[in-house]
């Protein structure tokens, strides 16, 4: 296994009861869809992976190592928002570079590296741009570059492709697969759409008001739902 681990992971605020028990275990390597209808937990399950919001109950391992206690930038994750936040005064290289540059990592190195990543998604005649030079699309795949040069152990979406258009999200999903195939790194990515569930996922879990009401590949969940909510949110066949 060694990819990603959460045991008995529930989170209270206040008095509401946002997750309950929630176990998911992946292989490293896998891509795991958080998927289900806004308000139900997905961002904070995956903001409780990342150690930016801290857990009520419960444990999560990332390549085997127990995490729960660690700090964000111990945890060897990368997050990438719906927003870009990319840093407006830097170039497309600066930004790229930015976690490489506070670890120092040599220059050489950091040039390397973002070449690499620059090829990789199709970005590497933009290097010299600024932010506000870029389409969203573009802006998008910066920010994917941004956390791919980081070398993650596990790499966590947000709703990466919600604020683009209809088209150009189809083409990101195309290429999100596809990167995956290529870098082999674990990811969790959450998303209220289950077409894109469907194309991405090597597993789904299905959330509801706190609950995971399925874990199951797409084929699984599509086509043995295992009660009405799933059936109706993944639109299978009745
Ligand atoms: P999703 O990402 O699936 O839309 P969230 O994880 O953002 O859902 O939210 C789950 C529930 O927790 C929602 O009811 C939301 O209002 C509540 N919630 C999220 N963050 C906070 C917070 N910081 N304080 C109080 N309630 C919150
Ligand atoms: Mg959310």
Redesign the pocket.
Known sequence: MNGLKITNVSKT??K?N?LKDINVEIADGKFLILV??????????L?IIAGLETATTGSIEIAGEDVISRDPKDRNIAMVFQSYALYPTMTVRGNIAFGLNIRKVPKAEQQQIVDRVAKMLRIEDLLDRKPAQLSGGQRQRVAMGRALARDPAIFLF?EPLSNLDAKLRVDMRTEIKELHQRMKTTVVY?T?DQVEAMTLGDYIAV?KD?IIQQFGTPSEIYNHPNNMFVAGFMGSPS
């Open positions: 605020f206040g509401t946002v289900g209808p806004s308000g139900c937990g997905k961002s904070t399950l903001n947000d959450v209220h959330m706190g």
